[in-house]
């Protein structure tokens, strides 16, 4: 037993968490920047820094107040976090972990489906990018500022590829 009142629990401003409390950074301006950065650095090619860990994968982009961070490990299973600071506080993180099932999967096709990202799906890639042999699927649960998702990859009617993903707003 606490010995506290369910009044306590459930009213205390002191114990209140306000979770429409705005964080301070303009959502729009911070997906504009997410998307700038995915098509700037792994799905790209591009700006790949020094490893932060042992043998980790690190891309890394600045832009104006911004700076987008992504480091994984592993290859055919993988896990890895991405995140954002403006003015050098953290406003955004995303974590995910995903495998290779069939080798008929091509990263290069990922990394395509992973440049079509856009304003209404700024999490990974689009709902359905198809190119070809190849069709990648990506749902997700939430809004850019608490979500979880899931995608995948199809070679014809083969699933090549999945990765779960969660990530949204920090303070």
Not at 145 to 171: K, M
Request: charged residues 25%; negative net charge; contains cysteine.
């Amino acid at each position: 037993m606490m010995n506290v009142s369910v009044d306590y629990l459930v009213k205390d401003q002191d114990c209140a968490v306000n979770i429409s409390q705005q964080q301070g950074t303009d959502i729009d301006e911070l997906i504009e920047f997410r998307l700038e950065a995915n098509v700037n650095t792994y799905a790209a090619y591009m700006n790949e820094v020094d490893a932060t860990r042992p043998a980790s994968h690190d891309f890394r982009y600045e832009s104006g107040d911004y700076m987008y961070h992504d480091t994984y490990v592993g290859g055919e299973e993988f896990a890895g976090e991405e995140a954002v600071w403006k003015k050098g506080v953290t406003v955004y993180a995303m974590n995910y972990m995903g495998r290779v099932l069939d080798d008929k999967f091509s990263g290069d096709f990922l990394k395509e489906a992973l440049r079509a990202a856009d304003k209404n799906m700024p999490y990974r890639g689009p709902a359905v990018y198809q190119s070809g042999e190849y069709t990648y699927k990506c749902s997700v649960t939430g809004d850019f500022t608490w979500f979880q998702g899931y995608e995948e990859i199809y070679w014809n009617d083969t699933r090549v590829y999945e990765c779960v993903f969660h990530g949204g707003l920090t303070r």
